[in-house]
Nanobody, 118 residues
Framework: VQLQASGGGLVQAGGSLRLSCAAS????????MGWFRQTPGKEREFVAS????????AYTDSVLGRFTISRDSAKNTLYLQMHSLRPEDTAVFLC????????????WGQGTQVTVSS
C-alpha cells in the first residue's frame, strides 16, 4: 500500500486545516488507518485512528473536540479535519495503514507539515 498525504500548511492559532491521505495498492486489505505527528527531538505521537470497515475512531486526549478523523472508502482516502489549532499542534503529520492480520501500522506516508503561528 502506498500513502500520499497532503493538506498541510501555515495557519494562525484558532484556524483550521484538513489533511488528506490517499491510499493506493492493496487497499482491499486495509483494517485501520491513523494519523500521527512528529516534532524534532520528540517521539512520534499518535493523533487519531479509524477502522476502515466500521469507522470506529480513537483520539489522543489533546485533540478531542478539535480534530475529526474520517474516511471515504470509495476514494480510499483518509482525512483529518483540524479546528481550533494551537501552536503546540505544529508538527509533521503522517498517515499510516494497518492491514488485515497485522498487529501494527505497516505502511507510512511521507508526512505533511502543519505550522500554527501564535
Amino acid at each position: 500500500v502506498q500513502l500520499q498525504a497532503s493538506g498541510g500548511g501555515l495557519v494562525q492559532a484558532g484556524g483550521s486545516l484538513r489533511l488528506s491521505c490517499a491510499a493506493s495498492g492493496r487497499t482491499s486489505r486495509l483494517l485501520q488507518m491513523g494519523w500521527f505527528r512528529q516534532t524534532p527531538g520528540k517521539e512520534r505521537e499518535f493523533v487519531a485512528s479509524i477502522t476502515w470497515g466500521l469507522g470506529n475512531t480513537a483520539y489522543t486526549d489533546s485533540v478531542l473536540g478539535r480534530f475529526t478523523i474520517s474516511r471515504d472508502s470509495a476514494k480510499n482516502t483518509l482525512y483529518l479535519q483540524m479546528h481550533s489549532l494551537r501552536p503546540e499542534d505544529t508538527a509533521v503529520f503522517l498517515c499510516a495503514a494497518r492491514m488485515l492480520g497485522r498487529s501494527s501500522y505497516e505502511f507510512w506516508g511521507q508526512g505533511t507539515q502543519v505550522t500554527v503561528s501564535s
